[in-house]
């Protein structure tokens, strides 16, 4: 029999009932809620007159709509004010634990999954989020959901699927100084571009990639639906197991030991076979900058902005064209030489500690440049806030000029107050440069922390590596 | 769940690939509690040359006339053209649900995003993928010919035009019969409680930290 894929593992061991036709009853062992996309959940749920399942399997926390600024006066906006109130009413009412705005534990959704042990390799994850990707670092099958599949598993704790074909990015060698996760990321979604993953679950392995820490393989997989991939997955190894010891909701004593052993086998067998493998050279992988409204568009620091004439098709030519005239950018233009008005750190992709720690590097003992309107630091939660605080983070942010925020979603999305301008160009460690993404009309170039707070400082883009 | 038989409709074409669902619904929309009212928000931005915030009456709005929407002869489409990877990005079922508050019933392209896809049947939208080859051609008819309909049977998995060309799509057996017949899916699956409880029997003596 030949070897079996982890995603073929991890599926089997979510199997309760396969139809004739090979739709899978599946079992979802967490469920992560937040505030935008549960509420109408929650009322289907009562207009069915039906229950939760299994309200332990459930956490809630508020994310995309709560201020990062002082939050003693609350939410000023009452429409996201009122999102924020209902999550409260519906965990409240059907008895699910939720971090609340004042709890420290409160944070980005697939920020505390992981820092909390609520997410553990084998699991299957879900949330209605397009980023639950990034749980599949653990070696757990993790994908976001629409509104009528989070009242479903609510109702079910099941999904019907059909399963996944499955796709090995490997990635073999060793990356160049300055050169992060968000690089490869972006790098593989430039080579196989956004729809790409269509279709299929990742796997990244490679040596480069078991050399990755936890929290590198978590802004890999969080990209993975960005190349369009519902789930992307990095096999166990003893980094993942260290990263989940001892943490609040992991398992101790004979649990632990019991779990473990099973962990240990979640890897893909050497003789497994993918549908696709697509493979990278570490080594080549240079600083990226996205210059377009989609992560495909994309090139390193060193290059320039394509010119819509080179295009592969005629459709990318009419993409290109349209892109550069949204960004307001002339073909050829070196990449260095584009200047940028504000500088967001954070984000599900990139707001862990390490993620702040490599943005610091960078800041510490300069200035944020005149030209930067507003270069602004959101930690993932609350409790990255107060190890960064530990550490002194903060004082070297606001030292150079950096806001230090509270924790939430923030200006990935631009739906509390955060948010560019019409015409606002931004550098961002977050993972959407489409039209509009980050406020209506702004200008989004996608990058990892390290050119994030270079690009701050220098007022443009800058390579980390010549710093 | 709303059912989706046959229909016979005016057909929008927009032509752009990689249409996310931040453009398909910008978030300040998101904050609704509600399922229902997302169809004046339709692709917000690109529809009108005003910012727009949810409460606004959309008759104050100023339209852009250049979206394509905004073209009077697509006025009341329901059937959606659109090019590669439509739908990706967010999860947002806001999407599909400002399309059928809209009016679209049916969106017709090379290749979707998976979760908008799937979100789609959940909302009585038929997604059809068609080759780009047959695409490229229904734009081109479509952008001539004023008052271009096609004609949708889902049972039979046809696309009709109006020259007579038939042309054949494949849909996953479950999802058709559930559309066809606008089943609750909670409804069917609650039908397997037995099966889900025999799991979690199993699951508990195997995996207890799993089960808090």
Same mark, same amino acid.
């Given at each position: 029999?030949?070897?079996?894929?982890?995603?073929?593992?991890?599926?089997?061991?979510?199997?309760?009932?396969?139809?004739?036709?090979?739709?899978?009853?599946?079992?979802?062992?967490?469920?992560?809620?937040?505030?935008?996309?549960?509420?109408?959940?929650?009322?289907?749920?009562?207009?069915?007159?039906?229950?939760?399942?299994?309200?332990?399997?459930?956490?809630?926390?508020?994310?995309?709509?709560?201020?990062?600024?002082?939050?003693?006066?609350?939410?000023?906006?009452?429409?996201?004010?009122?999102?924020?109130?209902?999550?409260?009413?519906?965990?409240?009412?059907?008895?699910?634990?939720?971090?609340?705005?004042?709890?420290?534990?409160?944070?980005?959704?697939?920020?505390?999954?992981?820092?909390?042990?609520?997410?553990?390799?084998?699991?299957?994850?879900?949330?209605?989020?397009?980023?639950?990707?990034?749980?599949?670092?653990?070696?757990?099958?993790?994908?976001?959901?629409?509104?009528?599949?989070?009242?479903?598993?609510?109702?079910?704790?099941?999904?019907?699927?059909?399963?996944?074909?499955?796709?090995?990015?490997?990635?073999?060698?060793?990356?160049?100084?300055?050169?992060?996760?968000?690089?490869?990321?972006?790098?593989?979604?430039?080579?196989?571009?956004?729809?790409?993953?269509?279709?299929?679950?990742?796997?990244?392995?490679?040596?480069?990639?078991?050399?990755?820490?936890?929290?590198?393989?978590?802004?890999?997989?969080?990209?993975?639906?960005?190349?369009?991939?519902?789930?992307?997955?990095?096999?166990?190894?003893?980094?993942?197991?260290?990263?989940?010891?001892?943490?609040?909701?992991?398992?101790?004593?004979?649990?632990?030991?019991?779990?473990?052993?099973?962990?240990?086998?979640?890897?893909?067998?050497?003789?497994?076979?993918?549908?696709?493998?697509?493979?990278?050279?570490?080594?080549?992988?240079?600083?990226?900058?996205?210059?377009?409204?989609?992560?495909?568009?994309?090139?390193?620091?060193?290059?320039?902005?394509?010119?819509?004439?080179?295009?592969?098709?005629?459709?990318?030519?009419?993409?290109?064209?349209?892109?550069?005239?949204?960004?307001?950018?002339?073909?050829?233009?070196?990449?260095?030489?584009?200047?940028?008005?504000?500088?967001?750190?954070?984000?599900?992709?990139?707001?862990?500690?390490?993620?702040?720690?490599?943005?610091?590097?960078?800041?510490?003992?300069?200035?944020?440049?005149?030209?930067?309107?507003?270069?602004?630091?959101?930690?993932?939660?609350?409790?990255?806030?107060?190890?960064?605080?530990?550490?002194?983070?903060?004082?070297?942010?606001?030292?150079?000029?950096?806001?230090?925020?509270?924790?939430?979603?923030?200006?990935?999305?631009?739906?509390?107050?955060?948010?560019?301008?019409?015409?606002?160009?931004?550098?961002?460690?977050?993972?959407?440069?489409?039209?509009?993404?980050?406020?209506?009309?702004?200008?989004?170039?996608?990058?990892?922390?390290?050119?994030?707070?270079?690009?701050?400082?220098?007022?443009?883009?800058?390579?980390?590596?010549?710093? | 769940?709303?059912?989706?038989?046959?229909?016979?409709?005016?057909?929008?074409?927009?032509?752009?690939?990689?249409?996310?669902?931040?453009?398909?619904?910008?978030?300040?929309? %998101?904050?609704?509690?509600?399922?229902?009212?997302?169809?004046?928000?339709?692709?917000?931005?690109?529809?009108?040359?005003?910012?727009?915030?949810?409460?606004?009456?959309?008759?104050?709005?100023?339209?852009?006339?250049?979206?394509? %929407?905004?073209?009077?002869?697509?006025?009341?489409?329901?059937?959606? %053209?659109?090019?590669?990877?439509?739908?990706?990005?967010?999860?947002?079922?806001?999407?599909?649900?400002?399309?059928?508050?809209?009016?679209?019933?049916?969106?017709?392209?090379?290749?979707?995003?998976?979760?908008?896809?799937?979100?789609?049947?959940?909302?009585?939208?038929?997604?059809?993928?068609?080759?780009?080859?047959?695409?490229?051609?229904?734009?081109?008819?479509?952008?001539?010919?004023?008052?271009?309909?096609?004609?949708?049977?889902?049972?039979?998995?046809?696309?009709?035009?109006?020259?007579?060309?038939?042309?054949?799509?494949?849909?996953?057996?479950?999802?058709?019969?559930?559309?066809?017949?606008?089943?609750?899916?909670?409804?069917?699956?609650?039908?397997?409680?037995?099966?889900?409880?025999?799991?979690?029997?199993?699951?508990?003596?195997?995996?207890?930290?799993?089960?808090?």
């Amino acid at each position: 029999m030949p070897g079996q894929t982890l995603f073929q593992k991890l599926w089997d061991a979510h199997v309760v009932h396969v139809e004739a036709d090979g739709t899978t009853l599946l079992y979802i062992d967490r469920h992560l809620v937040h505030e935008v996309t549960s509420p109408q959940a929650f009322e289907g749920l009562k207009l069915a007159h039906r229950i939760p399942r299994r309200v332990d399997a459930a956490i809630a926390v508020p994310d995309h709509n709560v201020p990062t600024t002082d939050r003693s006066q609350g939410i000023a906006d009452p429409i996201s004010r009122l999102q924020v109130e209902t999550l409260d009413a519906n965990c409240a009412e059907f008895g699910i634990t939720e971090f609340g705005m004042d709890d420290i534990r409160q944070g980005i959704v697939h920020v505390i999954g992981p820092e909390e042990g609520l997410t553990l390799p084998g699991m299957t994850v879900v949330c209605g989020d397009s980023h639950t990707s990034t749980h599949g670092a653990f070696g757990a099958l993790a994908f976001g959901i629409g509104t009528s599949e989070v009242e479903h598993v609510l109702a079910t704790q099941c999904l019907w699927q059909k399963p996944s074909k499955t796709m090995l990015v490997k990635v073999d060698g060793t990356l160049g100084k300055g050169v992060t996760a968000k690089d490869i990321a972006l790098a593989v979604i430039g080579e196989i571009g956004t729809a790409g993953g269509t279709g299929y679950a990742l796997e990244f392995g490679g040596s480069a990639i078991r050399a990755l820490s936890m929290e590198g393989r978590m802004t890999l997989c969080n990209m993975a639906i960005e190349a369009g991939a519902r789930a992307g997955m990095v096999a166990v190894d003893q980094t993942t197991i260290d990263y989940v010891k001892g943490r609040p909701y992991s398992p101790k004593g004979d649990a632990w030991d019991k779990a473990v052993a099973w962990w240990n086998t979640l890897h893909s067998d050497a003789d497994a076979a993918f549908d696709r493998v697509v493979e990278l050279d570490a080594a080549q992988i240079a600083p990226q900058v996205t210059w377009g409204t989609s992560p495909e568009m994309v090139t390193t620091v060193g290059g320039r902005v394509p010119d819509p004439a080179d295009a592969p098709s005629e459709v990318k030519r009419h993409d290109w064209t349209r892109a550069l005239e949204y960004m307001g950018l002339a073909a050829g233009t070196p990449i260095a030489e584009i200047p940028v008005d504000k500088v967001f750190i954070g984000s599900c992709t990139n707001s862990r500690i390490e993620d702040l720690r490599e943005a610091a590097g960078v800041a510490k003992g300069r200035r944020v440049a005149s030209n930067v309107r507003l270069a602004m630091v959101v930690p993932g939660s609350g409790l990255v806030k107060q190890q960064a605080e530990a550490e002194g983070l903060d004082r070297i942010f606001v030292e150079a000029g950096f806001e230090w925020r509270e924790p939430g979603c923030s200006m990935c999305l631009a739906m509390n107050a955060d948010r560019l301008e019409p015409g606002e160009r931004c550098a961002s460690t977050s993972n959407r440069n489409f039209e509009g993404r980050q406020g209506q009309g702004g200008r989004t170039h996608l990058v990892s922390p390290a050119m994030a707070a270079a690009a701050a400082c220098a007022g443009h883009f800058v390579d980390v590596r010549k710093l | 769940m709303h059912k989706f038989t046959v229909l016979d409709g005016l057909v929008v074409p927009l032509d752009r690939a990689n249409v996310d669902t931040d453009a398909i619904i910008p978030k300040q929309f %998101l904050k609704s509690i509600k399922r229902a009212g997302f169809g004046p928000n339709l692709f917000d931005e690109w529809r009108y040359l005003d910012h727009g915030e949810p409460g606004m009456d959309p008759a104050t709005r100023k339209p852009n006339p250049e979206f394509v %929407l905004n073209f009077p002869r697509y006025a009341g489409g329901s059937v959606l %053209l659109a090019r590669d990877n439509f739908g990706c990005g967010s999860s947002r079922e806001h999407a599909p649900w400002a399309l059928e508050d809209y009016g679209i019933r049916a969106i017709i392209a090379p290749s979707f995003a998976d979760i908008f896809y799937n979100n789609c049947f959940k909302n009585g939208i038929l997604p059809i993928v068609l080759d780009a080859a047959a695409v490229g051609r229904l734009f081109r008819e479509c952008e001539t010919a004023e008052g271009y309909r096609l004609a949708i049977d889902l049972d039979r998995q046809t696309v009709t035009t109006p020259g007579g060309e038939v042309l054949g799509f494949e849909v996953d057996g479950g999802r058709k019969h559930r559309l066809l017949n606008g089943l609750d899916d909670i409804g069917l699956t609650l039908l397997q409680a037995d099966r889900i409880k025999a799991y979690e029997e199993r699951r508990k003596l195997e995996a207890p930290w799993l089960f808090n």
